[in-house]
């Protein structure tokens, strides 16, 4: 099947720093990949939608400027926390589909502690 | 806009009984509804997909069925282990807005 790794798995990070977490297909060209974000004992919830080569588009309440989404190749997605702070801890899952299936594979996440 | 809600939001259930895991959803215009496996800290694992004009999939101990008209599919676990205990989470993927729509989950627990 589809497989998608984010890198880093984890991460801790000080307050107002920048942390990019990546997200690959390995195996196929995603040509829409999909940022969520979970909080502890909430569901998941999307972030942004990017599709290669153009810029993301965000879910309402979300700032575009502190989370810097680059999907600059069919296989490759950056998710950047600008300017971290303590709220911004939250697990961060990023899925891929490709055109054909529309089936969205998930990567293992990434916890982003901010301290 | 599509709401997803699951009921129950938890369940405990002794080793080796049959459950039934319920998710609705309010737009019965949908591409593929999916149910998902979430264990603590870790990212979401796929179990079922069921395109809409299917009404159900077995896999292994899991079988999922949809009712597109009336908003509702149901996971039915056989014979649950407590290897089974986890969140599980089934999403609706809306065909307008061409991403996933979230139900909330529910925590399984099952007792040995």
């Known amino acids: 099947g589809a497989v998608v790794s984010q890198h880093p798995s984890w991460v801790i990070c000080k307050s107002g720093t920048s942390v990019k977490i990546e997200c690959r297909s390995l195996?196929?060209?995603?040509?829409?990949m999909f940022w969520y974000r979970q909080f502890p004992k909430q569901s998941l919830m999307l972030m942004a939608t990017?599709?290669?080569?153009?810029?993301?588009?965000?879910e309402q309440g979300v700032e575009k400027d502190k989370f810097l989404i680059n999907h600059a190749s069919l296989t490759l997605s950056t998710l950047t926390v600008t300017s971290a702070h303590p709220e911004d801890s939250s697990f961060y899952i990023c899925?891929?589909?490709?055109?054909?299936?529309?089936?969205?594979?998930f990567g293992p996440g990434t916890r982003l502690t901010v301290t | 806009k599509q709401e997803v809600t699951q009921i129950p939001a938890a369940l405990s259930v002794p080793e080796g009984e049959n459950l039934v895991l319920n998710c609705s959803f309010t737009?019965?215009?949908?591409?593929?509804l999916q149910w998902f496996r979430q264990d603590p800290g870790k990212g979401l694992t796929s179990l079922l997909l069921?395109?809409?004009?299917?009404r159900e999939q077995t896999s292994g101990r899991l079988n999922a069925s949809l009712d597109k008209s009336s908003g509702r599919s149901t996971l039915y676990i056989a014979a649950s282990q407590p290897g089974d205990s986890a969140t599980y989470l089934c999403?609706?993927?809306?065909?307008?807005?061409?991403?996933?729509?979230f139900g909330p989950g529910t925590r399984l627990s099952v007792l040995p």
């Open positions: 069921i395109q809409s004009s299917q």
């Open positions: 899925s891929a589909s490709s055109l054909a299936g529309r089936e969205q594979y």
């Open positions: 195996d196929f060209q995603a040509t829409t």
């Open positions: 990017s599709n290669e080569g153009s810029k993301a588009t965000y």
């Open positions: 737009d019965s215009a949908i591409y593929n």
């Open positions: 999403a609706v993927f809306d065909n307008y807005g061409q991403n996933f729509v």
